[in-house]
C-alpha cells in the first residue's frame, strides 16, 4: 500500500516538474496585454484627498511589470539551474522537449539525438525524476523507496 502511494507521489511530482517547465515555456514568450498600460483614459468623480497621494495607473502597471519581471527571471533561472544539474543527454531531452518555444515530437529528438525510442524514454524520466528532487517537489528517499 505505501508503496502504491510512493508510486503515485512520483507520478504526481514528475507531473509538477512537466507543469513548471511548460510554466518556463510561458515565461519565454511577452507580457500578457493586461500588463500594458491603458491607453485611453477613465474618468470618476472623486471626493478630494487631503493627502499628497495620488493613483496613477502606468505607475501601477509599470509597477507590476517590474515584479512580474523580478519574478519571471528567479523563476527562470532556478529551472535553468536545476536542469543544468542533469547529465548532458538528459539536459539535451529536457530542453528539446520543454524548453523551446517550438513545439517538438518525440520521435523527432530521439532521432536526432541518435538514441533508440526506449533509450529516450528511460533518460527522459530519469530527467524528470532529478529535477523533481532538485526543485523539491519530492525527496530522494521517496524516490528510491517506490
Known amino acids: ?3 502504491q502511494r510512493t508510486k ?3 507520478k504526481a511530482a514528475r507531473k509538477r516538474v512537466e507543469i513548471a517547465l511548460e510554466k518556463y515555456k510561458m515565461y519565454l514568450l511577452t507580457l500578457p496585454d493586461d500588463m500594458l498600460p491603458k491607453i485611453t483614459s477613465s ?3 472623486a471626493p478630494p484627498s487631503k493627502t499628497n497621494q495620488f493613483y496613477s495607473s502606468t505607475e501601477a502597471v509599470a509597477i507590476q511589470r517590474i515584479d512580474y519581471e523580478r519574478e519571471r527571471e528567479e523563476y527562470m533561472q532556478r529551472i535553468q ?3 543544468n544539474r542533469c547529465s548532458e543527454m538528459e539536459r ?3 530542453v528539446q522537449c520543454y524548453m523551446q518555444t517550438e513545439d517538438v515530437y518525440d520521435y523527432e529528438i530521439y532521432n536526432e539525438l541518435g538514441i ?3 533509450k529516450f524514454y528511460q533518460l527522459k524520466g530519469k530527467a524528470l525524476d532529478k529535477l523533481a528532487v532538485i526543485l523539491g ?3 530522494v ?4 523507496n517506490g
Do not use: G, K
Not at 528517499?141 to 528510491?144: A, N, P, V
Open 1 to 3: 500500500m505505501a508503496q
Open 8 to 10: 503515485q507521489n512520483i
Open 43 to 45: 474618468y470618476s468623480i
Open 81 to 83: 539551474a536545476a536542469v
Open 92 to 94: 539535451a531531452i529536457i
Open 116 to 118: 533508440s525510442e526506449s
Open 137 to 139: 517537489f519530492i525527496s
Open 141 to 144: 528517499e521517496e524516490l528510491f
